[in-house]
């Protein structure tokens, strides 16, 4: 599986940024994608995830409430919408495939997934 994600950039706090995430693959429907990110000097963090099927979602703590996962299953793209950005959002956003599905903490886990995109920078600052 092949991952391209894009939507960083430039925010102030408060602000918004919406992520992409397009996978080539025929169906989203067999996965569970995740969004990760590492900021300088931190570790990876799993941020969110969604099942392809059902869309079921989960997300990390520190985003609860300001993050929106979504996927648009017929261009087989997952969205994160990342609202009310703080200074400590700012890091490497990555989007990852694992085959299957999984809920809770193990959707967050990066070592469940096989096929990662590249990453897109986001960078919170006045």
């Known amino acids: 599986v ?15 940024l919406r992520l992409s995430c397009a996978a080539s693959v025929a169906s989203l429907d067999h996965y569970t994608i995740s969004w990760f990110r590492q900021a300088p000097g931190k570790e990876r963090e799993g941020v969110s995830c969604i099942r ?17 996962i979504s996927r648009e299953n017929a ?3 997952v969205y994160l919408q990342l609202n009310s950005l703080k200074s400590e ?27 990662w995109g590249k990453g897109t920078l986001v960078t919170v600052s006045s």
């Open 52 to 68: 392809g099927n059902d869309g079921y979602t989960n997300y990390a703590d520190s985003v609860k409430g300001r993050f929106t």
């Open 89 to 115: 959002d700012t890091a490497l956003y990555y989007c990852a495939t694992a085959p299957g599905y999984y809920s809770g903490s193990y959707c967050l886990l990066g070592t469940l997934f096989d096929s």
């Open 2 to 16: 092949q991952l391209q994600a894009s939507g960083g950039g430039l925010a102030q706090p408060g602000g918004s």
């Open 75 to 77: 261009k087989n793209t």
